[in-house]
Structures are given as structure tokens and as C-alpha cells.
């Protein structure tokens, strides 16, 4: 079965500073993954998935991911934090069992400082 | 083009009520999935729904049930509520459904506050 581990509820950096997400996954066929980001009061917005082929994928906003597969991670990264990026992430995995369903991490509340 | 939206926003409703969310997908789009957001389980999948058949299942009692009309919008009922029932419930739209790859696109979601 699916599931999705996300490490630290809360990250805290100064803006300007790298952001760095950790999700890591478990799957027992080659996992579909992606990061979705909740601002307040809204919905879930899509900032990028993988599929197969090219590890580093680059989403919207300036943020990446790196899927590794001897690690089974797939962190977000971001060179530089705005103050806009202030948000909680979401990693989540899609069970190929059940197409329809997202199975989602415990989200990251990122916290930017001025 | 217009995104997933959902009626109404926020609702209070008591214990043993019922209600009934609302949610029209992006235009094109045919499959809706609903999630439930609480803070202490986190986003779980309720049901998807496509071509008016509900494809996918999570694991909810049968007090939540939903539906899609001809036109994709779908609602989502919750009978005999809970207090537990408190929270917020997204709705996701996509083109088509049986592939993982899919995106989903969400709505901003329906408050639901049980007293």
C-alpha cells in the first residue's frame, strides 16, 4: 500500500533562505508524486508531479522536486523564500488501485520570517 | 476558464442533521473527487465520481454518500451528522479517470461546522 511520510509539521526560514520540504514515500510499484500547496481559507493548488523519466522536476512559483528512488524521497526545494510562499505543503502519492485517490502526507506549515 | 467551484462555503449545521455540498468542476472536466481536511486526520479521500458512477470508494461509513449529474457538478451528502463530521471538504475536478497520472484540480472547499 501507498503512503506518504512528511517530516517536520513546521519549518521556519528567513526570507531569502533555501526552503527545503521532506516528504518520503513507500509504494510497492513506481509511485506517481506530487506537491500540492494550501494558502489560507483556499483550496489545494498543484506545484508540480512526477511521473517517470527526468528526476528534478520543476514546478510552478521557483519550486522543485528531486525524486530518488534509492531513498524514496521526494523533497521540495526552493533557492530563495518570499513571504508569499508562507503556506501549508502537501505531498501526496496517487494509488494506482484506486484512480481516483490522492493518498496525502500530514502537510508542512512554512513559516517565512522578514 | 473558471475553476472547481463549491456552495456553499461555510455551513453550521447540529448534530443529527443532514447536508448537502455542491460542487461544479472545470468546464470539460468529467470525473469530481471529495476530500475531507480535519486537523487531526488530515485530507482523506471520500469517493470519486464519473459519468454519474461513483468509481472509487474511501473508507467512510455509509452516512456519506454522494452523486454526479449529466452535467459533472456533483454533490456529497452527510446524513445523520456528527461532531466529527467538522471539516473542511474539498472537491477536486479532472478530465478523465483510471490514470494515476491525472491532475486534480480543487476547489476552495465547503466549512462544515457541527454543533
Known amino acids: 500500500a501507498q503512503s506518504v511520510t512528511q517530516l517536520g509539521s513546521h519549518v521556519s526560514v528567513s526570507e531569502g533562505a533555501l526552503v527545503l520540504l521532506r516528504c518520503n514515500y513507500s509504494?510497492?510499484?513506481?509511485?506517481?508524486l506530487f506537491w500540492y500547496v494550501q494558502y489560507p481559507n483556499q483550496g489545494l493548488q498543484l506545484l508540480l508531479k512526477?511521473?517517470?523519466?527526468?528526476?528534478l522536476v520543476k514546478g510552478i512559483n521557483g519550486f522543485e522536486a528531486e525524486f530518488k528512488k534509492s531513498e524514496t524521497s521526494f523533497h521540495l526545494t526552493k533557492p530563495s523564500a518570499h513571504m508569499s510562499d508562507a503556506a501549508e505543503y502537501f505531498c501526496?502519492?496517487?494509488?494506482?488501485?484506486?484512480?481516483?485517490?490522492?493518498?496525502f502526507g500530514q502537510g508542512t506549515t512554512l513559516q517565512v520570517k522578514p | 476558464k473558471a475553476g472547481v467551484t463549491q456552495t456553499p462555503r461555510y455551513l453550521i449545521k447540529t448534530r443529527g442533521q443532514q447536508v448537502t455540498l455542491s460542487c461544479s468542476p472545470i468546464?470539460?472536466?468529467?470525473?469530481v473527487s471529495w476530500y475531507q481536511q480535519t486537523p487531526g486526520q488530515g485530507l482523506q479521500f471520500l469517493f470519486e465520481?464519473?459519468?454519474?458512477?461513483?468509481?472509487n470508494k474511501g473508507n467512510f461509513p455509509g452516512r456519506f454518500s454522494g452523486r454526479q449529474f449529466s452535467n459533472s457538478r456533483s454533490e456529497m451528502n452527510v446524513s445523520t451528522l456528527e461532531l466529527g463530521d467538522s471539516a473542511l471538504y474539498l472537491c477536486?475536478?479532472?478530465?478523465?479517470?483510471?490514470?494515476?497520472?491525472?491532475?486534480?484540480?480543487f476547489g476552495p472547499g465547503t466549512r462544515l461546522l457541527v454543533l
Open positions: 465520481y464519473f459519468s454519474e458512477t461513483q468509481r
Open positions: 468546464s470539460g472536466h468529467r470525473s
Open positions: 477536486a475536478s479532472s478530465l478523465t479517470t483510471g490514470q494515476p497520472l491525472k491532475t486534480q484540480y
Open positions: 512526477y511521473t517517470t523519466g527526468a528526476t
Open positions: 501526496a502519492v496517487s494509488d494506482p488501485s484506486n484512480t481516483g485517490k490522492l493518498i
Open positions: 509504494s510497492s510499484v513506481p509511485p506517481y
